[in-house]
């Protein structure tokens, strides 16, 4: 019953985050302070995981190629469809959901137990769609970052396989190129969207409408991660046999 | 004026606040006061529509709040300032920020207008160089008068105030209860005060309604409470030795 009630109660925020807009002045400035704190500010990590996972997906397929009749460009199309299909929307997005997810349900969340949420609304603001929305907003810029992920990711298995000795350049690079589908890309974008609008929503549900006080607000983060990660996970499998299927 | 008439607010078989009729008048410090849990704070949000409620009505200058659309009570809201009880100052942004927000969103103003009304109310609050601190760095004190600043900026109609004293020093406590009575009858708004601070019932309470259990057990001003023979008013007000005996005083000095 508790699980309907958060469902429909999310679906309402998400109605009520479009009503009464805030002054357009006032929103373009949240709006760019939330794309510095979530998508810029993000871009390090995502940096960094890209690399050394892109690294790590490219060496133990070269690993585990010993027959020779298998061709060694294989190691470069393999990164590449993993880093595409799958480690850079929804791997990366799972991490966002600790990163930027915690982010957002402790701040909305400190803005709720501090009587920020109730100075707004008795100000007569719409507090959904002042706080909620350009989160949204923002987050439709993930996709950039999540390009950069897979830029990174394939550059990160060329480091490390031809710096390992597991296969040349030449063979990785004609790996990277062999059989793309384009559409293949567009399935990792439908998604990367769909997840970013769940990346902003479930964690700002989670820190809106929590009660109590500084330990509620800790508590509210790990739930909101929890309920983030296994959304986009659910999510990832339905839309890849709706789409790849 | 808000004109309150057989206010009933329930959370599940909970009954909190019982049938509560009052006025708050223009232009008067109005204060309520009451034991934890009687009701107070169920009832300032009630009049400040973030809760709804199931039988009564609120009505400002003769608008019933309930009746009125979203957009109208968002409009109506906007003629109110908040002072809560925490500050409730917004941490990410400058005190001078904070302050020009409710201008930001209400009002059409260049941003030199907006800084010149912000530097008049710091002022006003005695808050004149404290522009670019955040209010993590503002003492107790501070935040309240910014809150305050905040609550004015706007030329509110109605002002609310929830236990504005709590967490001050006595001497910071006077100052604030000073300055909303002041700004009161400066801008002839409507002030309506949440406190258990005896302090302010004496000093600034030209009206007060005592909550008992969500009844409103009495009402009347700081002048009266002091002849009151109501049990209930004087078990509260004059639970401490000290106010007995400023109590003894008055009457002696006033019989």
Not at chain 1, 6 to 21: A, C, D, H, V
Not at chain 1, 113 to 139: C, H, R, W
Not at chain 1, 192 to 216: C, D, N, Q, R
Request: net charge neutral.
């Amino acid at each position: 019953m508790t699980y309907l009630h958060n469902i429909g109660s999310y679906f309402l925020m998400i109605r009520e985050m479009f009503r009464k807009p805030t002054k357009w002045s006032v929103m373009r400035q949240l709006i760019l302070n939330d794309i510095n704190d979530l998508i810029i500010g993000s871009l390090g990590i995502i940096a960094f995981i890209s690399f050394f996972v892109g690294g790590v997906i490219s060496i133990q397929t070269a690993l585990n190629i010993e027959n020779p009749l298998i061709p060694k460009h294989l190691v470069g199309f393999a990164t590449r469809q993993s880093v595409i299909l799958e480690f850079a929307p929804t791997f990366i997005s799972v991490i966002m959901a600790g990163k930027v997810g915690s982010f957002i349900t402790s701040s909305i969340g400190t803005m709720r137990v501090t009587e920020q949420i109730d100075a707004l609304e008795v100000m007569g603001i719409n507090s959904l769609n002042y706080l909620v929305f350009p989160k949204t907003i923002a987050l439709l810029f993930y996709p950039f970052a999540i390009t950069f992920g897979m830029f990174l990711g394939i550059l990160g298995g060329m480091a490390a396989c031809t710096f390992g000795g597991y296969s040349t350049l030449t063979d990785y690079i004609t790996g990277i190129q062999t059989d793309f589908e384009t559409f293949h890309v567009y399935y990792a974008f439908i998604k990367t969207f769909v997840f970013a609008f769940v990346l902003a929503t479930i964690p700002s549900f989670h820190g809106y409408y929590m009660k109590g006080g500084a330990l509620e607000v800790g508590k509210a983060s790990t739930t909101s991660f929890v309920w983030t990660a296994v959304v986009i996970i659910l999510l990832n499998y339905i839309l890849t046999d709706v789409m790849l299927g | 004026m808000i004109e309150v008439k057989d206010l009933n607010k329930s959370f599940g078989e909970a009954h909190i606040l019982k049938g509560i009729t009052t006025t708050f008048e223009k232009g008067k410090t109005n204060l309520i006061i009451g034991q934890s849990g009687s009701g107070k704070t169920v009832f300032l949000k009630c009049l400040l529509g973030l809760f709804d409620y199931e039988e009564g009505s609120i009505a400002y200058d003769g608008n019933i709040f309930s009746k009125l659309t979203e957009d109208e009570k968002r409009n109506m809201r906007a003629k109110i300032g908040m002072v809560f009880q925490g500050s409730a100052l917004f941490d990410s942004m400058t005190i001078e920020e904070n302050v020009m927000f409710p201008l930001r969103m209400f009002t059409k103003q260049s941003k030199s207008e907006m800084q010149d009304r912000a530097d008049f109310v710091l002022k006003r609050v005695n808050l004149p160089n404290a522009h670019n601190k955040m209010p993590s760095e503002a003492s107790g004190g501070m935040q309240k008068r910014v809150a305050i600043a905040r609550a004015i900026v706007n030329n509110p109609k109605y002002l609310f105030c929830d236990e504005p004293n709590s967490g001050l020093d006595p001497k910071t406590a006077i100052v604030i209860d000073n300055l909303i009575q002041e700004i009161t009858d400066e801008y002839k708004i409507t002030t309506v005060i949440n406190s258990h601070d005896m302090n302010s019932v004496m000093e600034i309470g030209e009206k007060i309604v005592f909550l008992k259990d969500g009844l409103k057990a009495w009402e009347g001003s700081n002048k009266n409470i002091f002849k009151t023979d109501n049990e209930v008013v004087t078990d509260f007000v004059y639970s401490s030795n000290l106010f007995k005996r400023v109590r003894k005083m008055y009457i002696k000095e006033n019989s």
